[in-house]
């Protein structure tokens, strides 16, 4: 009898929680801004065309419907760079039916105006926004879900909003197609060049243009690509070099997740699962429109072996911090840092966490300083010496590499300098000073939410 | 009867003063170098073309005047690169008159050839050296003022020469027209074209190259721009994305200042003013060949508060210093630096400095360690930050801002040590210790000059 | 009679000696893998292309023997962007004769296959081979020497082989020809354009890439360098700016070592010896397609300037080093670091080595912070300011001698430091404590070999 009590408790809290849960979540989500901590901050009007559906409000300075050439003649005037792209795009020139014109995205109504999301998009292109939704099923790093990634970031809520700007501007490929396809020309030939990419795609988080424009692959790209003819498919055959869409967006494929073994390098990730050996065989098909398939094979397992030499630092890494938190040296520890506005939790269970094993968003911001070196440590040196050998940018890779022992070194050091202050101070003090105010105010949280 | 000797004593005083005064000026001028300082060093023969009017001596290797053909005949063999330049510009093939040949630019008397100044282009091109003269009414940053805020600052002096090379290289740009039209083809479809600002506009000081290129916009020039139609002026529609000059010298107008607000962002602006609104206006006018607007207009707002979330760390910065300075804790302090030879007031009346708000130049060199990174925070990466915000370079902005951060936290630690170090020095040593001979000496005075 | 039975012994010895020396080193480049220490490493199957005559093994996957038109009908379906490659080639459509087909260069057993070496392309272009084999002759750097330089180095062992594969891509140089003339198109037009050199020729040491580009010759080609006729020959008045090859090139000679004067900038010369005066006349030729003479002439005493003022800071913190060392405060010191496993004799004689001046191998790795530090100022940033100022990259001149200046003052920081702990450690535990763990082990020894 005991044992069925368990069952219906379980049952009704289940029924009550399980849509009280749904609820909470559907309510955060409802705020001003966007994502769970919607009702934590708002959107800046610079922020508009980044997430469309959510930001976006209607210029009201014109009134009345407009349709077809109308809306042209009077922003030939207005705005004529614009107009020029369409006027040369296939939208304006079908090779069948009528132009698809400014209405047809935009709306007609001039006071009700809207920034075209995906699915606007998708009612002509509905496969390749299909594609791309598809992304969602491998998780992070993916198109789709990048601005999810970024709105459900409690680091977010208390970012100046100066800097979620620059956030927003590259995390928007999910919610808005012209990241990729530059207004208002559309020309997928445009699409096809790796510059397509590169405006998100470079620097420290991601530095693809860095790395792919110093291969032979890339070189051989800047030499000849303006000659290529840009209007084939990414096909076998159909171009003398290889550019970031021929092989991630093979055919054109609008799905650039499933094939990613190594996942930026940031992830400790098993290559050699079933899984991992089927994505395998599919990258050996793209390399073997020019290459032996046995030396591709050969170069996959170098980058095995290069993410293998790339964890001993961070392990080691990781294991020193674990030893200072667990001797209490390492300040501002948890429930000394000033919890995240949005988490209520933080402040009843504050949690001390090391980069990405432990939470990554923590490792940004509010963790003391030997804590944010290992984050830069893992996230960006170790992601940099990925993207290099994964593009095989040759001179860089060592150099990279070369890196990481030298962070290890200054992690090392810091933390021989963590133990001494603490030595001293209870040589000194009979226990720790009290942590500097900066740190406990936070760069990121009282002090600039007042100057946002 | 008092009063009136006051007033007579102050007319004489004026009367002998002002013109003592420019005489002075004008005699501190006229040494052998150039510029406030010119009596105090002397330009290499590699400095010649950077400043002609006062560096370049003719090569006396040939005598004889020559004019028209006759010196392309000589020069066909001699130097043929730039003669086959030359026969493909206008200057060679004019739409009406006479070629304009080499002599024009470089006179005819080859003992006393000159190599060509604005005032030598501006005899044809009277309107566009006019632009570039007009700059200087809106102060530094400049084109025009370039030459002038180089030579003038006492740093200059003391210089390695081997480094002023580098600097007389850009800012050059003052002292003659090649900068941007290449010699000797001066097509100003070249001109055009982004790659002309480049050499310059690039790296830390002014990473224009870097953020403008990692830009939509420089994506697009990137992948198009080889097949764009440069010989058509930079007026609205005319080109399908903005370079450097379609926005900063709109209608080919040579004058980059009069829209300057947050000017490189080095120096905190009130970014309202009804002048710096006027400025608005325009830069909106030149966003709208493309952009809504209103979102033009949002995206200048996000432009101050990038700026007022930059300020931020640099005051806490500069109140640390002062901080420090009155407690005596900066040295090289004031008086045990070496005075910059020429500066006599220096030695009479020595003055600490902290960055750009007591004295730029000082912020260079002979300064404490604690100083030099403070200018480094102030000078590199702010401006670093305001580049990457201003040409929309979406994922490095958010990196220059926490790159300040870090910056701020590494001057605290160091600042900290500071106190530390004072304070045992004064428990141990009853005062403080005797600073280093380097900085005493200086790496930049006395020992340098004598390797120089 | 005495002195005769001393000429006896040395003949003996010399006798026996010198073959036997001959014979040790036949001996130890006859491993598994290549270079003096071929005993104690093995290739990996990544690096089977880059020196094709060692590590390359024929996949035999394929029975049979092939010829002619044969292969290309099969490789059309199996690796298409090569066939397409080949057959846009000279090689394919050759002026007069037969078609080269694949079996040319990779033999006709598909059990046999061979990469080509330089050997195999000198068959027909004898002359191209032997210019490259002649920059022997002028020693490191040269391209000709660069596999034998990165295999004749004892740390090359114990690198982790994902980082050889960097070191090897580029190193190929030696061992094959499409580091430059991309396979399989092979049109010396590809080859004469700059991207065939920078993706080795970019980063920290040798940043060609970056200063060649950011110069006014390199902004030249950005701009229209896809416009110009790039089948001329590299020939005086061909190219309206120079590029790599035109000036290291002149006239297509693959002999790029016999104009070096400054070596790099890492090994400090005499300018001015009648060798590099003649090195000099030949630059100056060079440049005399375009420059006056005399201009020209000053620049490269500019260069002279420019290294003299180099050398000063690294000098000075050469000296720091050495007073440490003086002092016993370098630890890990000679004798407690790890050897190389190559290295018999520094087992029996360790011996402290500081940068280049004594021993250049031995300052990449397993070394005391503070040489490390040493190797980074002398490699890169004076190499860096080397490159910056011998390609005209004007801004960027001066920011390099200011990290040389910034790298002296952290290292005399650092030197402080050490010799504040020295003294410390004397005073409290009467002689210096154990050096760490870390070091004692090395990052690039045992650890590291046991993770290959």
């Known amino acids: 009898m005991k044992r069925r009590s368990y069952i219906w408790t379980t049952v009704i809290l289940a029924a009550l929680l399980i849509p009280a849960g749904y609820g909470y979540v559907s309510w955060s989500k409802s705020g001003a801004g966007a994502g769970l901590y919607s009702r934590h901050w708002e959107p800046e009007p610079a922020f508009s065309y980044w997430h469309p559906e959510r ?39 079908p090779a069948e039916g009528q132009p698809v014109y400014c209405s ?28 791309l939704e598809d992304e969602k099923r491998f998780g992070f790093p993916s198109h789709a879900l990048a601005m999810e990634r970024v709105l459900d970031a409690k680091h ?36 096809r060049r790796p510059e397509a990419c590169l405006t998100c795609h470079s ?33 076998a055959g159909n171009y003398p070099a290889p550019t970031c869409a021929y092989c991630h967006m093979r055919n054109g494929k609008h799905q650039v997740a499933d094939k990613s073994i190594w996942k ?35 170069q996959l397992r170098g980058l095995d072996a290069e993410r293998k030499r790339a964890w001993h630092p961070l392990h080691t890494a990781e294991g020193i ?24 939790l933080d402040r009843i269970w504050p949690r001390a966490r090391i980069g990405f094993y432990e939470g990554q968003a923590s490792a940004f911001y509010n963790v003391s300083p030997i804590e944010r070196d290992y984050f830069e440590m893992w996230y960006f040196d170790s992601l ?18 070369g890196r990481l022992e030298q962070d290890l070194r200054a992690l090392q050091n810091a933390a021989e300098d963590l133990r ?27 002090l600039n939410r007042e100057r946002n």
Request: proline share 7%; net charge negative.
């Open 55 to 93: 930001f976006y409000d209607s210029v009201d300075t014109v009134v009345g419907t407009f349709e077809g050439q109308q809306c042209v003649t009077c922003h030939e005037g207005a705005t004529p760079g614009i107009v020029k792209d369409w006027q040369a795009s296939r939208h304006a020139q």
């Open 104 to 131: 047809a995205c935009h709306g007609n109504d001039h006071e009700q105006l809207r920034m075209p999301t995906p699915a606007v998009c998708g009612t002509c292109h509905e496969q390749r926004v299909a594609e």
């Open 156 to 191: 977010f809520v208390d970012k100046p909003k100066a800097e979620v700007t620059a956030c927003l501007q590259c995390h928007s490929v999910a919610t808005k197609c012209d990241s990729c396809h530059t207004r208002h020309r559309f020309d997928p030939a445009e699409a």
């Open 203 to 235: 620097g420290p988080p991601h530095p693809d243009d860095e790395t792919y424009f110093q291969s032979a692959h890339g070189q051989l790209y800047r030499r000849h690509g303006g000659d290529w003819d840009w209007s084939k498919p990414l096909a």
């Open 264 to 298: 930026f390098g940031i992830v400790q990730v098993n290559p050699l699962t079933s899984n991992n050996e089927v994505k395998r065989q599919e990258w050996l098909a793209v390399c073997s429109d020019c290459h032996e398939a046995d030396w591709s094979a050969a």
């Open 321 to 344: 911090l674990k030893g200072l938190r667990a001797d209490d040296l390492l300040h501002p520890a948890a429930g000394e840092r000033p919890p995240y506005p949005a988490d209520g």
């Open 384 to 401: 940099d010496a990925y993207k290099r050998a994964a593009h095989f940018a040759p001179e860089r890779t060592d150099e990279a590499h």
């Open 420 to 446: 001494e202050l603490g030595a001293r101070e209870q040589r000194e003090l009979g226990g720790r000073s009290i942590p500097g105010e900066f740190w406990n105010r936070g760069a990121y949280t009282d």
